[in-house]
């Protein structure tokens, strides 16, 4: 199959302009007589079911949550960019383009990553008007802070609960639209698997958590906001019940996969302390705006900090860097840390930990100070921890954060399925190998509120009324290998807990797929994938049963998914014969130890193709074009 990124032609500054009046519109009149089923309520999936409600279509929400304001974007904590140069810096809609770019390592679509940033400031505005509580300066403008792989400040914040209160704020808008009947809202409902009629999306098949029912839901147009997938690796930041589910089963329908094996590690999260943990914490990429990261100099150092003097500390991100510092992307903080923990290097009981220091900030500014700007993440740090950051150095780990692959989008956000579109994290667009700190907030919300309120009408114009039911055959069978699935599951009953195999695969994918990749590492990974499947699928208990509620059984069809796509994530990594942004291949690298690029062989988006069950995927290839960024080595020093 030929994909097509269906990239409207022209400037490249002109494109999305031309696009909206180019593409075919919805009579107004006409919007109530479509549905749109969104699942996902998080940042993209509230704002799209808000705005396509407001727009007069009929939408379907669907939540495994019991509230929309569950939803994991609730975590996120530094801020949202956006180009609107508030702080007179040298800020611009091609400045904030050219740094996602350049962060990504050029392995982003050019026209997807210029709209992410011609939009970024009518989001803003729009936050504005729903009263989100941004941080302002004394004049009353709205304060900006700085993040990672930029020189200048265009980090909108709500201190450390940005995410939070953006939430709250597509959440009102959606209730709103639930309370005039335009949304129907189903909480506590799993997306099981797509609906395919002729090649189309027509609906979705889901399981009520609560009593294990199952159910058809049908639409003219299905959007899929479910997030990412980083849970595959057993310990991330990603809320527990994060799952990649309903992009799977959209793929084993037949939307591609883009570039899975692109995941971002998080420099800045407290490390692991047990074996028992089930879930890593996030602390904001905001704190690298004024604490410092160090290690000691002296190898297997184990003074407590505030004993060791200036003339013994390396502050290496300081030292590589001199030009970003602290503040260089993601990807290359978390290598870093990395490197100087395997050197030995590395602080507190693990030795996997490096320094995050805020004295400097302290003595300059004041405690008081300090505490406006960072006072909950502090308190965030100590309850776990038992430390205090204001008088002792955080300690700090890499951990996956964030995933960049997903399912394959065109220009107007839809898949390779007819009718299905994905938005948000859960598709691949924007942002290439490496995510830029305060970005993922900024796709969410583009796409829900200013991106597909646009592009489904252009579709929905050209399709008639769906008069698809319960009864229709494509229907029945989606829900019968449904109810098969869980049958099956059931049936094993086995000697392992669900968990006993996410851990393990954890492990695999931490050991081989994680922060740097070898060829020998990933061709183990697979065997051992593949291994882990089998004793699954003959060994895994799951106890209760599916007519009630049994977090069991949702966590077994979670934990397979993420088996399944763990092997896809490897294959994808081995074929990638190159280093970039997150894609880390430790034979390709430069003698600095940087990321080493092959743009004659690999600038294309990876979009594998399900050929069917234990069959090896299909390798389709979109090309990536750049007219207005030169391809360069990436150098933040």
Not at 87 to 96: A, C, I, P, Q
């Amino acid at each position: 199959m030929k994909i097509s990124s269906t990239i409207p032609s022209g400037k490249l500054s002109e494109k999305w302009t031309n696009h909206k009046f180019n593409i075919k519109l919805v009579n107004p009149a006409n919007k109530k007589k479509y549905k749109i089923i969104v699942v996902g309520t998080g940042l993209a999936g509230g704002s799209a079911a808000a705005s396509l409600a407001e727009l007069g279509y009929n939408v379907k929400s669907f939540s495994y949550h019991e509230s929309p304001r569950r939803a994991h974007s609730i975590a996120a904590q530094g801020g949202i960019n956006a180009s609107k140069n508030y702080s007179n810096d040298g800020d611009s809609t091609f400045r904030l383009f050219y740094d996602t770019i350049k962060g990504g390592d050029y392995r982003a679509r050019e026209s997807n990553v210029y709209r992410l940033a011609e939009v970024s400031g009518n989001i803003i505005d729009q936050c504005v008007a729903q009263g989100v509580p941004f941080a302002r300066e004394y004049g009353g403008l709205l304060d900006n802070r700085s993040f990672g792989g930029a020189q200048v400040s265009r980090t909108f914040y709500a201190r450390g609960q940005t995410g939070q209160q953006l939430l709250l704020g597509a959440y009102s808008a959606m209730s709103k639209q639930i309370g005039l009947g335009k949304i129907q809202f189903y909480p506590r409902h799993e997306m099981l698997d797509l609906i395919v009629v002729d090649g189309v999306a027509k609906g979705i098949v889901t399981r009520n958590l609560e009593n294990g029912h199952l159910d058809t839901h049908f639409a003219d147009a299905v959007v899929l906001a479910t997030g990412g997938y980083g849970n595959v690796f057993y310990l991330s930041t990603n809320a527990m019940a994060s799952n990649t589910t309903a992009i799977m089963r959209a793929y084993k329908k037949g939307a591609f996969m883009a570039n899975p094996c692109f995941t971002q590690i998080h420099p800045t999260c407290i490390p692991v302390s047990s074996d028992h943990q089930s879930k890593l914490t996030l602390m904001s990429e905001s704190l690298r705006n004024d604490g410092r990261v160090w290690v000691p100099k002296k190898i297997n150092d184990e003074r407590q900090p505030n004993m060791i003097p200036e003339d013994e500390r390396d502050y290496y991100l300081e030292r590589l860097y001199p030009s970003f510092g602290n503040l260089v992307p993601r990807d290359v903080a978390s290598r870093r840390a990395k490197e100087m923990c395997d050197k030995g290097h590395g602080v507190g009981p693990t030795k996997f930990a490096v320094y995050l220091d805020f004295k400097d900030a302290i003595e300059t500014n004041g405690i008081q100070w300090v505490s406006e700007k960072y006072g909950n993440l502090f308190d965030m740090y100590k309850q776990i921890t038992g430390e205090d950051p204001y008088s002792m150095p955080m300690k700090i780990y890499p951990a996956v954060h964030y995933t960049m692959g997903g399912l394959w989008v065109d220009y107007n956000l839809m898949t390779t399925i007819p009718g299905l579109y994905s938005i948000g994290e859960s598709n691949f667009s924007d942002h290439g190998a490496n995510r830029l700190g305060a970005s993922a907030l900024m796709q969410g919300l583009a796409d829900g509120y200013f991106i597909l309120p646009y592009t489904i009408g252009n579709y929905l114009s050209q399709i008639g009324k769906s008069t698809i039911t319960k009864d229709h055959p494509s229907a029945k069978e989606a829900l019968e290998n449904t109810k098969k699935r869980i049958q099956f599951l059931q049936n094993i009953n086995g000697s392992k807990s669900v968990d006993y195999f996410h851990k393990k695969l954890g492990k695999v994918m931490w050991e081989y797929v994680g922060m740097s990749r070898t060829k020998e590492g990933l061709k183990n990974s697979i065997v051992d994938i593949k291994n882990i499947k089998k004793d699954f699928l003959n060994d895994v208990k799951i106890l209760g049963d599916n007519n009630e509620f049994n977090p069991e059984l949702e966590k077994a069809g979670r934990v397979l998914d993420f088996i399944d796509l763990g092997l896809l994530m490897a294959q994808d990594a081995l074929h990638r014969e190159e280093s970039c942004g997150g894609h880390f291949r430790e034979e390709f690298q430069t003698e600095e130890n940087e990321a080493k690029r092959d743009d004659e062989n690999f600038c294309y988006v990876a979009a594998w193709q399900f050929e069917g069950e234990d069959v090896n995927p299909k390798l389709n290839k979109e090309k990536l074009a750049f007219e207005e960024v030169e391809l360069t080595s990436r150098s933040y020093k």
